[in-house]
């Protein structure tokens, strides 16, 4: 298939058009991986905690099969969870080039957001409660148009993060 | 009609003091419905010497004292290149805009403001503060000429040197609907929708009705029954007719007094449209503000020839409301004029259209057929001849999903954008390349097996969808778009 005679002519365009597909994009850092698995750690037991106090309400009117499948599910899905964190992380990661930045992840919807810098409004370095206790940041680019068209940049450490956002704004003013 | 002048600090018309009142009483019912709902159900919170007549009253005085002073004290003028708004007895507050930041002025006029001639004028700005700049009660000739020179201001501002505006000073009538216009929008509507929010609306009164008067009720839905069980069918049909005049009437009505007297007029670098019935809007629109332009056409549409366009403006984050302004009752020649002045006259038709794959159909069939007919299980256990139902709607959404991917296509020439879609609708969608706030590249495990991918395109104001294409084009489309932004020094707003 081929598109208009303009876009076919796109090989002779200056080295921005490098195709992002094919660069090196920059992992994060492995600590986020476990955060991850710890928030959904946190999940299973407030999920089990819920159903154990149902159970308690409810005197003896659940069926003992319930009792023991439930749990059971939960403990089945924390496990896929944990699988799916530990195989999509390595699909998870940024990259900077000249002119753009851009974070990719997806174990099977794999997703890869750019936003040129002179789309971006404003960068903001930020930490969660986890986050802040492992010792991560997070850097998040937004720019105009409510929330769809933003993008977050995870599991960084602090100084890299403060790194990138001021790289960023430094090259959002050269634009202005 | 002496022209008033604009830097001397001006209270609002007098004669709408009453319009201030009723904006003011609305914005507090607002804010303290709840406490009020709980002093006149529960009559003991009141101290016991004042009765519920006499505790309105004197929320009233209150709220008139209020605004008198709120009146008396507001004040507003241009000052060099600002326009400056005094408001507050007990807090002052000065409001200062730069003009150059004025992104539009909207007049708006409600049946009030209409019966005393004064206008309600918002100023909108790029930034943050929003409702804060809105006056209530201007007179006519005040509102006409603090628009006219904000507007102007704005343009000499923006500098747009390329353009010549000696020729463009004069406003052209680009549509005007007349009466004839309402009807065939209003026929055209979808009338499913009105129905069914009408049969909402319905149900629920009668459910009060019937809380009501249980007695009759329960007699009258005796006879009713009796009479539905006799004559069946006939009756059947007679109300399926029924609800379905009673939904083209609603629409029509809804229409006419949205899209009373509408014009929509070119004005140098602008759109202006004005319309409504109780509540007359006028809204100005700089092409430059359009992020996305949406025409569509529906089958009854079809017929009479005519679309509806959509201006969709760019998004601020306070807002969060889309600020969509739409057109109906065009004519094919207005969509291309339209079409040709926002764009510049760089439309991507004649470009290959691009379809989406016809992978696309699983996904839209697993979402719209299979997955609610799944949902509906219970239904099939226990009750078997559910299940012609959901065979039923299993064949019908294929159809529909099926039009739906061979309507699924793009265009692209070297800056603009052009994607259709629809059901039974067909709807168009076009931005500006430059315009792209990001890109996103989405690929899910089944569409990576067949080196297919799909592309959302965002801008400010939403975004636009390309299903189901091939990854590499999607790739090249992706990088091209990307391209294009980084490059452009052009202003997007």
């Known amino acids: ?176 | 009609m002496s022209k008033p002048d604009l830097t001397k600090p001006t209270r609002q018309a007098l004669r709408g003091i009453l319009v201030i009142f009723v904006f003011e009483v609305q914005k507090r019912l607002r804010v303290f419905w709840p406490i009020l709902l709980l002093i006149f159900a529960q009559k003991k919170l009141l101290p016991a010497s004042i009765t519920i007549p006499m505790a309105i009253g004197i929320i009233c005085l209150l709220m008139l004292v209020h605004v008198i002073l709120y009146y008396l004290n507001f004040y507003f003028y241009i000052e060099g290149n600002q326009f400056i708004i005094k408001k507050g007895y007990l807090r002052k507050i000065v409001l200062s805009i730069p003009l150059e930041r004025i992104q539009s002025v909207n007049t708006k006029q409600n049946l009030l403001q209409q019966l005393l001639n004064v206008y309600s004028l918002e100023v909108d700005t790029a930034g943050s503060v929003g409702n804060e700049l809105k006056i209530y009660s201007l007179s006519g000739s005040y509102t006409e000429h603090l628009t006219q020179f904000l507007e102007s201001h704005k343009e000499n501002t923006n500098e747009e040197k390329s353009e010549s505006i000696s020729d463009t000073s004069k406003e052209v009538e680009i549509i005007k609907l007349s009466p004839a216009d309402l009807l065939r929008i209003g026929i055209s509507q979808n009338h499913f929708k009105t129905g069914l929010i009408i049969l909402v609306f319905v149900s629920q009164i009668v459910d009060q009705i019937k809380d009501l008067f249980q007695k009759e009720t329960d007699a009258y839905s005796d006879s009713v029954q009796n009479i539905i069980s006799n004559s069946g069918i006939l009756i059947f049909t007679a109300l399926i007719i029924f609800a379905l005049a009673i939904s083209i009437f609603a629409t029509l009505l809804f229409t006419v007094i949205k899209y009373y007297d509408f014009k929509l007029v070119k004005y140098q670098q602008n759109y202006r449209i004005t319309a409504g019935l109780f509540n007359k809007r006028k809204v100005l629109l700089p092409f430059s503000k359009v992020q996305q332009l949406n025409w569509e056409t529906g089958p009854i549409k079809k017929m009479f020839g005519i679309f509806k366009i959509s201006f969709k403006q760019a998004v601020s984050k306070q807002v969060q409301q889309k600020q969509v302004i739409d057109a109906p009752g065009c004519l094919e020649k207005h969509i291309e004029s339209i079409r040709n002045e926002v764009f510049k006259g760089d439309l991507p038709d004649y470009s290959e259209k691009i379809y989406s794959h016809r992978r696309y159909f699983n996904l839209l069939w697993f979402q719209r057929g299979l997955f609610p007919a799944a949902l509906a299980t219970p239904l099939y256990i226990i009750e078997p001849l559910w299940l012609i139902a959901g065979t039923f709607w299993l064949a019908i959404s294929a159809v529909y999903c099926w039009v739906m991917v061979r309507k699924s296509y793009f265009q692209f020439n070297k800056s603009q954008l052009i994607v259709g879609k629809g059901g039974i609708n067909t709807e168009w969608q076009q931005s500006e390349a430059f315009k792209t706030q990001s890109v996103d590249f989405r690929q899910t495990f089944f569409q990576k097996r067949r080196g297919l991918a799909s592309l959302r395109v965002n801008n400010a104001s939403g975004q636009i969808d390309i299903p189901y294409i091939q990854e590499d084009i999607a790739n090249k489309l992706m990088n091209y778009i990307l391209y294009h932004v980084e490059t452009s020094n052009k202003k997007w707003m």
């Open chain 1, 1 to 176: 298939m081929q598109l208009n005679e303009e876009f076919s002519n796109q090989v002779v365009l200056p080295d921005q058009l490098a195709p992002i597909e094919v660069q090196e994009f920059e992992a994060l850092e492995n600590k986020y991986k476990l955060i991850n698995q710890i928030g959904s750690a946190i999940v299973l037991v407030f999920a089990l905690i819920g159903f154990f106090l149902f159970t308690q309400i409810s005197s003896g009117n659940i069926p003992i099969t319930v009792v023991i499948a439930v749990p059971f599910i939960f403990a089945v899905l924390f496990i896929g969870k944990l699988a799916f964190i530990i195989l999509g992380f390595p699909k998870k990661g940024y990259l900077l080039r000249e002119q753009d930045v851009s974070y990719r992840s997806g174990l099977f919807i794999y997703k890869l957001t750019t936003i040129p810098f002179n789309r971006i409004q404003h960068v903001e370095v930020s930490q969660n409660m986890i986050e802040k206790s492992f010792g991560l940041s997070r850097v998040k680019v937004f720019t105009a148009g409510g929330s769809v068209s933003d993008l977050s940049i995870p599991g960084l450490l602090p100084d890299k993060a403060h790194q990138i956002e001021s790289f960023l704004l430094s090259k959002v003013s050269k634009h202005e």
